[in-house]
């Protein structure tokens, strides 16, 4: 059997391993079908938002031609507001599912959310054509309103926060992570050398940007394990009551477990809060949707937390890179802005010297507004709001969940129908009884190949495969021998031996041949090891 350099592959990303392999998947020995199930990103995507952006554009070519119009209709004007929602109306076709689907967002917004319509179809209608600059620059007004909405209706649970929460719409939740690192390091609201908790395992990228000369924070993890469904025992939540933990990083539901805080989880971060009250908590929620009754942890501790929800999985838009920031407007950080300005009279100067090119008051610059400005290198302020077109496209994915409000959303259940039904197949095709809990996004799920060994095998034949085969080694031939390509777990801050498998994007068939791939190479070195024996 061929070996490969695994201390060569230690010092590689888990992204280049992945790619790696999957190069040896598709030249694999035995001449299979290269299946990767590496990747997270859905191979599904939600079509009504996307015709109803249509539909807008279209409407508003119509409109902008009504005010110039030279070159056979090829140059156009501006669009009037007076009126617009009326002629939107009456451009629209109420027996065709998209214009239905509009008229149905229109009702939704006056009735429930009682947004002025002419403002709303101006807003989208301008959005679109792409016209204008953002302004103002953090969010479009009404598109921070539905924005609230949707975040409240599926991530608070119950809660009313919608009022009090400010949202910046970001590139991503990519773009939303970088600016609120620069940030929390630009206010000094974390430093070098501070402590800061990481729920491992965690998406690779989370362990390595505080790393970062930029930022040199002392990582410290606090894990959970498969032995407690992957939720934090209590203990872990006593650890981060110590005032020197300066600040919390999570993803929630998690990548690669896919599990969110349970319940009662989420009551000791409570306790955790007001034993700490100044820890920072930042919560990437973007496979909140995921699961039943989701609850998020900024609407258990909105003080303290910044929010970070992205369309990308859910609404299969990763190339269109839109995400958002959300924080409470009565928060920490503008606490300890204040408090360090009042104290510190080389940060006030310095604060002073950077907000006044932006503001006329800047002491009174509030964290959000520093973190839109930052993300521009203050200079270029009045131009950092995310492009239109996208901020209009996240409030069409919004609303077409939305207008189903008080209801089960039909695109969300055939979504979660979808990863759940690939998980069930997953885990049957290995032989093992499907493992599922109320909390379990079953986005993705990962499994030991060490435990494997020991659940088909013997304990004995564990302990051997622990001695003789590197986690690595087996992944590598999982590519190389039988054509699947898979995460490591190790890199994302599992014990060895955990591998990740993302329910995301490939057909359910796939998922029962995987498993018995992942059978028949633990099969082969169960013979080596009977071999070793005689
Ligand atoms: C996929 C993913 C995202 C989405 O990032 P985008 O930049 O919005 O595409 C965010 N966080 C985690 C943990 C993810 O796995």
């Not at 604060?351 to 006329?360: A, E």
């Amino acid at each position: 059997m061929d070996k490969i350099d695994v201390t060569k592959l230690t010092q590689m990303s888990n992204f280049e391993i992945a790619a790696l392999f999957y190069k040896y998947a598709l030249t694999n020995s035995r001449g299979l079908r290269a299946i990767n199930v590496g990747r997270g990103n859905p191979n599904w995507i939600n079509t009504q938002a996307r015709l109803a952006l249509n539909r807008i554009v279209e409407f508003g070519m119509q409109e902008s031609l009504q005010t110039i119009s030279l070159d056979d209709g090829n140059l156009a004007g501006y669009t009037e507001k007076t009126g617009i929602a009326e002629r939107f109306e009456q451009f629209l076709d109420a027996g065709d599912s998209v214009d239905g689907f509009l008229k149905q967002a229109l009702r939704y917004t006056q009735d429930t959310m009682q947004l002025n319509q002419d403002e709303l179809v101006f807003e989208w209608v301008d959005g679109v054509i792409g016209n204008h600059y953002p302004e103002p620059s953090r969010s479009l007004v009404n598109v921070e309103k539905i924005l609230n909405r949707y975040l409240e209706v599926n991530l608070y649970r119950g809660r009313h926060l919608a009022d009090q929460t400010q949202v910046f719409p970001t590139e991503g939740g990519t773009a939303a992570m970088v600016y609120l690192f620069n940030e929390l390091k630009v206010s000094h609201i974390l430093e070098a050398g501070d402590t800061i908790a990481i729920n491992t395992p965690i998406f690779t990228p989370y362990l390595q940007i505080p790393e970062l000369n930029e930022f040199k924070l002392q990582e410290f993890d606090v894990s959970s394990d498969e032995s407690d469904d992957w939720q934090l025992v209590d203990q872990k939540f006593e650890e981060l009551k110590d005032p020197n933990v300066k600040a919390f990083f999570v993803v929630n539901p998690t990548n690669p477990t896919s599990r969110a805080f349970s319940d009662h989880a989420l009551e000791k971060l409570k306790e955790v809060v007001a034993a700490n009250p100044k820890l920072v908590i930042i919560t990437d929620d973007v496979y909140g949707t995921f699961v039943d009754n989701f609850k998020t942890i900024y609407s258990v501790v909105p003080h303290n937390t910044l929010l970070v929800y992205s369309f990308s999985k859910l609404y299969g838009a990763t190339g269109q890179r839109i995400g958002l920031i959300a924080m409470h407007e009565d928060n920490l950080f503008d606490e300890l802005i204040a408090q360090m300005t009042a104290e510190d009279p080389v940060i006030k100067e310095a604060f002073r010297k950077r907000y006044s090119y932006v503001t006329n008051k800047p002491h009174e610059m509030s964290f959000i507004d520093r973190t839109v400005a930052d993300s521009r290198n203050i200079g270029l302020y009045h131009a950092a709001g995310l492009s239109t077109p996208q901020q209009i496209a996240m409030t069409l994915f919004s609303l077409t969940n939305l207008v189903y409000e008080g209801q089960a959303d039909p695109y969300v259940q055939a979504s979660k129908k979808i990863v759940s039904g690939r998980y069930k197949a997953f885990w049957e095709s290995l032989g093992l009884v499907t493992q599922t809990s109320d909390e379990n996004a079953e986005y993705y799920t990962v499994f030991s190949i060490y435990k494997l060994a020991e659940e088909k095998y013997t304990k004995k034949f564990r302990a051997y495969l622990e001695q003789n085969c590197h986690h690595l080694e087996f992944e590598w031939r999982l590519a190389a021998d039988y054509g699947v390509v898979v995460m490591d777990g190790a890199g994302m801050g599992t014990d060895v031996g955990y591998l990740r498998i993302s329910l995301a994007n490939r057909p359910i068939k796939d998922y029962e041949t995987v498993g018995g791939r992942i059978s028949d190479l633990l099969a082969s070195y169960y013979t080596e090891y009977l071999q070793t024996k005689a």
